[in-house]
């Protein structure tokens, strides 16, 4: 059963930056396609980033890129998301997903992870 856990979510000011991790447990991690979904109050969960087993395989959403890195160390089980020039409507509960067969755009994510909260707010 592979397990997702977030870490790093938390309060940062407009324009700042902020690391999200997430460390997978069980299954072929190197395998899979990881990415990050959010999703803020009173809107619908959206795709932020995604990157396949592949590593050159990436993806973004519009309003992330050129701001957001999606990357991944296989020898650690870990998926980041770098997050760069925050602005106050990247605020949501990020979470980390996981597809086990590797699938890519689409993805079928069946691994989610608890999620972690970013607030961006002076």
């Known amino acids: 059963q592979v397990q997702l856990v977030e870490s790093g979510g938390g309060l940062v000011q407009p324009g700042g930056s902020l690391r999200l991790s997430c460390e997978a447990s069980?299954?072929?991690?190197?395998?899979?396609?990881m990415g990050w979904f959010r999703q803020a109050p009173g809107k619908e969960r959206e795709s932020v980033a995604e990157i396949g087993w592949k590593i050159t395989d990436t993806y973004y959403a519009d309003s992330v890129k050129g701001r957001f890195t999606i990357s991944r160390d296989n020898a650690k089980n870990t998926v980041y998301l770098q997050m760069d020039r925050v602005k106050p409507e990247d605020t949501a509960v990020y979470y980390c997903v996981g597809d086990s067969r590797g699938l890519w755009r689409p993805a079928r994510y069946e691994h989610w992870g608890q999620g972690t909260q970013v607030t961006v707010s002076s």
């Open positions: 069980g299954g072929t991690f190197s395998r899979n396609t």
